[in-house]
């Protein structure tokens, strides 16, 4: 529920059709994901990252990217040999991994959407960016963590309809909450920039917190502790990662993870946890005040 927000760096705007390329950007490197071939896998995602230059523009950024992909590439193809060599190519990896996830590899900048404006009325101004750096992170998760397989760590089998009804009562329920909370009202409404960031937020922020969250932390943590103990502490970590917002929203960051990990537990596939996720995430943009009421 989250806005995508810029830390640090100078913020860019850019014109509609360069806002198009960043959204075409971000899904390339997902589908290039699907073939079997290396040179697509890997390949498409260097060339689209220095094609990127024409509209993210910093030569620094897109040579970290191209180290990130080759690193990603000799770890998944286990092109390396010898411990150490492993060790320190993993290490660099979780190093970038963190500075994409956080924006704060240097040479990155944000596409600025709105600055220190409403997105809605009566909704909290806010300084709003499309984000395309952590799209990487769900390109190169992609690479171990299935989307659309099914994952055999899952809950017993239940009904088609208990995997249906369970999101559709429970979003409108956290909503619920949050208005009961004082955090949203009822705000409905579309524009051309909440269909901007609706689609930044499937592609640049779904994909790479379900396949972190719930394809890898709540997987490992499944067969080292239990169905439970999993689904519980990735919920946990989930809600913790949000407390910028405070506490009241990390309680309802905490319950949405719940939810995320349940519908990945029923569902078996992590693709409809990520549709999950994008579904409270829209329902929150089109019908609440977005990111948070005004106080």
């Not at 970290?64 to 320190?88: D, E, F, N, V």
């Not at 946990?236 to 319950?255: K, N, P, Q, S």
Request: aromatic content about 12%; glycine content about 8%; hydrophobic content about 55%.
């Amino acid at each position: 529920m989250a806005p995508n927000r810029r830390l640090t760096n100078q913020p860019m705007t850019l014109p509609d059709y360069h806002l198009l390329a960043a959204l075409l950007y971000s899904a390339l490197l997902l589908l290039c994901t699907g073939s079997t071939k290396a040179a697509i896998r890997f390949g498409i995602p260097v060339a689209a990252v220095w094609l990127s230059l024409s509209f993210a523009g910093s030569l620094l950024f897109a040579v970290q990217a191209t180290a990130y992909i080759g690193l990603t590439y000799l770890l998944h193809q286990q092109r390396l040999s010898g411990r150490w060599p492993k060790i320190i190519a993993w290490v660099l990896w979780g190093v970038f991994s963190v500075g994409l996830l956080t924006h704060l590899l240097p040479g990155y900048q944000g596409f600025l959407l709105t600055d220190n404006t409403q997105v809605k009325a009566n909704s909290l101004a806010a300084s709003v960016y499309l984000n395309t750096d952590k799209v990487l992170i769900a390109w190169a998760l992609l690479q171990w963590i299935p989307v659309w397989q099914k994952n055999v760590h899952t809950a017993p089998h239940v009904a088609a309809w208990v995997r249906l009804t369970l999101p559709l009562l429970a979003i409108p329920l956290i909503m619920l909450l949050a208005v009961q909370l004082g955090l949203l009202q009822w705000q409905p409404g579309f524009s051309g920039l909440l269909a901007i960031i609706i689609l930044s937020n499937l592609l640049n922020t779904c994909f790479t917190e379900e396949l972190l969250f719930r394809g890898g932390l709540q997987n490992f943590l499944h067969k080292k502790l239990g169905m439970f103990g999993g689904l519980a502490i990735a919920s946990g970590l989930f809600g913790l990662a949000h407390i910028a917002g405070g506490g009241w929203y990390m309680l309802l960051a905490t319950l949405a993870g719940l939810l995320y990990g349940l519908v990945y537990l029923l569902t078996g596939r992590l693709l409809w946890a990520v549709l999950c996720h994008w579904g409270l995430n829209t329902t929150h943009l089109l019908l609440f005040t977005w990111p948070v009421v005004q106080a």
